[in-house]
């Protein structure tokens, strides 16, 4: 189902105020994480990796991840937006195929990171996944992330700085919001959401401000990365480990809560 322009108009939408916006990794999940509330779906870059075997780490198949997007897109009616990593290539003009992929499985919005590749670099993926976006009629909304924080890019005192930097430049190559993971200290924060020019992405993490605060730094928006995927794996391990323990069926089932009826859900 490619991407429809109303959802990404809406999604866009959703950062004028504070958007709380879980990840998941497969369809299953997403439909979970709609049906939980969520007004959209994310998906997160190591949770789909790791939930297919794969390390995280700008590797993962594409052909694989636009499977992923297609899958979700088919069980949920909320918008999409695909952790895209660096893009999965340094060539920029694969960057915009891949990008062009994603838009036709049905995302209206993509993760691009800089990690520690060269900041040019990072805005040249930026152009190309605009351009494609141009091509396909669809305003993307660009999460540009960057990570000056979460890889320690700089000494702590010029974080802010080197952030605002990279940040000026990003928006002009046109993405439309920015992602600083690992950034936690409200001043910081405060600082990178007041000078940015673009609606700010933090990630949920121990040490960041509860949300009531982060809204009122002027954060827009707050993602649980791959919180919710650990979360999950844990559950299913804890149960896993009781079961081959004592082989208690009453506490196995006693686990399961009150799920709904998958078939009815994805027929």
Known sequence: ???????????????????????????????????????????????????????????????????????????????????????????????GETIAALIGAGAIGVNLEDGKAPHELHLKKIEAARAAAERAGVDLFINARTDVYLKQLVP????????????????????????????????????????AGLPLNVMARPGLPPAAELKKLGVKRLSAATAIFNAAMESARAATSAFLADGDSEALWSRRGAPPDYNKLFA
């Open 1 to 95: 189902m490619p991407a429809r322009p109303q959802d990404a108009a809406a999604f866009h939408a959703l950062h004028r105020d504070f958007l709380i916006l879980p990840n998941a990794w497969d369809a299953a999940s997403a439909r979970i994480v709609q049906d939980a509330g969520a007004q959209a779906i994310a998906t997160s870059s190591a949770a789909v990796a790791w939930a297919h075997g794969a390390p995280d780490g700008n590797k993962f198949a594409v052909a694989k991840l636009v499977t992923v997007i297609e899958d979700i897109a088919r069980v949920v009616s909320v918008p999409i937006t695909c952790d895209a990593e660096a893009g999965y290539s340094d060539d920029p003009a694969r960057v």
């Open 156 to 195: 702590e005192e010029q974080a802010v700085a080197e952030t605002l930097r990279r940040a000026a430049a990003i928006k002009d190559a046109g993405a439309s919001g920015l992602f600083v993971p690992a950034i936690v200290k409200p001043e910081q924060i405060a600082a990178v959401a007041e000078g």
